[in-house]
């Protein structure tokens, strides 16, 4: 059993008979009253998120997790393929646990979150950003960049992102992962 206090990001716990990702938090000590920490939950079966407010001291149920390397293979539908870079294992997970599976490229290498009592697989976190090739945008305008003109651009893996308009079709961007952002072009 854990305490509020370690309450931090990843951390997974049972709560409402379910288990949740926590994904944000924030320790609160307000002049008056007593301390709180405010959470943002993920439901790891729905992927619902949820806001909390636990207060100091409240106990909660920790959740073992594993985290094992995998590597993204392809998907049939909503079902994502993945075999584990360690023993070659494979496993399906459903579109659904998986964050954002847009930016998904085959091959890539993913963390997947692994319950130590029953061996489910809870979650599948990508790499902080990915590299992606533009494969279609309208070209830029010039003239309207009084501000930071953006406009939407469709990568390889099929995602839709607004890109700057200095951005090409064949040009490599990285984009955020956990915001499904541009960030920057790459170089060749």
């Known amino acids: 059993m854990a305490t509020s206090s370690d309450i931090r990001k990843g951390l997974c716990i049972r709560y409402n008979n379910d288990i949740y990702k926590i994904i944000e938090f924030l320790h609160v000590k307000p002049g008056k009253g007593p301390a709180f920490v405010r959470t943002k939950l993920k ?3 729905t992927g619902k998120v949820i806001d909390n407010t636990f207060s100091a001291g409240h106990r909660i149920e920790d959740v073992r997790v594993e985290t094992h390397k995998f590597q993204y293979l392809y998907n049939e539908g909503d079902m994502y393929h993945f075999m584990n870079t360690d023993d070659y294992s494979q496993i399906r997970l459903m579109k659904d646990i998986l964050d954002t599976p847009e930016l998904m490229k085959e091959g890539e290498i993913v963390t997947v979150l692994i319950n130590t009592e029953d061996n489910a697989p809870l979650s599948v976190e ?15 305008v010039k003239g309207n960049t009084a501000t930071n003109a953006t406009k939407p651009a469709i990568v390889e893996t099929g995602a839709e992102i607004n890109v700057p308009l200095f951005i090409n079709e064949g040009d490599k961007i990285r984009i955020d992962t956990e915001k499904g952002q541009y960030q920057e072009r790459m170089k060749e």
């Open 126 to 140: 990508m790499p902080a950003h990915v590299v992606l090739e533009v494969i279609s945008t309208e070209p830029g």
């Open 43 to 45: 439901s790891v079966t």
